[in-house]
């Protein structure tokens, strides 16, 4: 497994940190994986081409290697893990001015992973407690209204019937469309 590390390779104290991380000190790489991200894995050392630089494959989960990029370049055939090698391979961050070694695992990373799906599901949530009181709200609202509603048709139904009453002459059929606007 590849762990990613906040600052430079361990260079100055690089036995005690080969001893420290892996059982095989031979073994302890300090390197960039292919998206240029510096860390550390313990894995059996691969000849590296001259002018070429070890890489961690984070995909394959392997060492490979990489075209050197810059104009002082390694000149001769050498291991993977050669601390020695005084070229661009040394991964030193620009802004440190001591190299110090603190690891950060890869599953440090999951923390962003889990804290982003933990605020995607607690926005979720909340629009779903929103929804429902949404929708509670406009059920109470539209309940009032039909009892506005049915104040008013009732109101409306007396009237009409008084007014049924006196033209009952002039209008049979009224009284048959109100019962049919009703069950319609």
């Not at 300090?30 to 995909?59: A, S």
């Not at 309940?143 to 104040?151: F, T």
């Amino acid at each position: 497994m590849f762990n990613h590390i906040t600052g430079s390779c361990p260079y100055q104290n690089w036995t005690s940190v080969a001893r420290e991380r892996c059982l095989n000190p031979d073994n302890f790489h300090c390197l960039k994986d292919e998206y240029g991200r510096i860390g550390w894995v313990c894995r059996e050392p691969i000849w590296v081409e001259k002018e070429r630089c070890p890489v961690f494959n984070v995909g394959a989960k392997k060492l490979d290697t990489m075209s050197c990029l810059q104009t002082r370049c390694p000149p001769y055939n050498y291991r993977s893990n050669d601390i020695n090698v005084e070229y661009p391979c040394r991964y030193i961050m620009e802004t440190e001015s001591t190299t110090t070694f603190t690891s950060t695992a890869t599953e440090t990373n999951n923390i962003g992973v889990i804290a982003a799906l933990t605020v995607l599901t607690l926005v979720i949530i909340v629009v779903f407690v929103v929804g429902i009181m949404f929708y509670k709200c406009r059920r109470q609202q539209r309940s009032k209204n039909n009892g506005k509603h049915q104040e008013e048709f009732n109101t409306d139904l007396i009237q009409d019937t008084a007014t049924e009453k006196l033209n009952a002459v002039k209008e049979p059929n009224r009284f048959v469309k109100f019962f049919l606007t009703l069950f319609y």
